[in-house]
């Protein structure tokens, strides 16, 4: 079984920084995508960042020049570094990520179970 399990989210004041990490652990073939999404109360989840197994990078535009994708392949993790922190940032982080498991037919869709951000003062 394929799964991704994420750390680091947490309660920071409005210009803080955190630190999110996921790791896909389990009977791995190979991972394509990975990303970032969030949902807030009452929204719809929203796309913040993705990375390609190659390494290019693509960001919504609330958090452009704010946070970072980055990943570690040789670890299966993916990481979203969030500096200057703003209310609106508050929500449920979900990893997300395309994974190929060993003797599986097809490249699938795994979800992580969701860290809560929350930015106040």
């Known amino acids: 079984q394929v799964q991704l399990v994420e750390s680091g989210g947490g309660l920071v004041q409005p210009g803080g920084s955190l630190r999110l990490s996921c790791a896909a652990s389990g009977s791995i073939e190979s991972i394509d995508a990975m990303a970032w999404y969030r949902q807030a109360p009452g929204k719809r989840r929203e796309l913040v960042a993705q990375?390609?197994?190659?390494?290019?990078?693509n960001y919504s535009d609330s958090v452009k020049g704010r946070f970072a994708i980055s990943r570690d392949n040789a670890k299966n993790t993916v990481y979203l570094q969030m500096s200057s922190l703003k209310a609106e940032d508050t929500a449920v982080y979900y990893c997300?990520?395309?994974?190929?498991?060993?003797?599986?037919?097809?490249?699938?869709?795994?979800w992580g179970q969701g860290t809560q951000v929350s930015v106040s003062s």
């Open positions: 997300f990520a395309l994974i190929q498991a060993t003797r599986a037919a097809a490249i699938n869709r795994y």
């Open positions: 990375i390609m197994s190659g390494g290019t990078t």
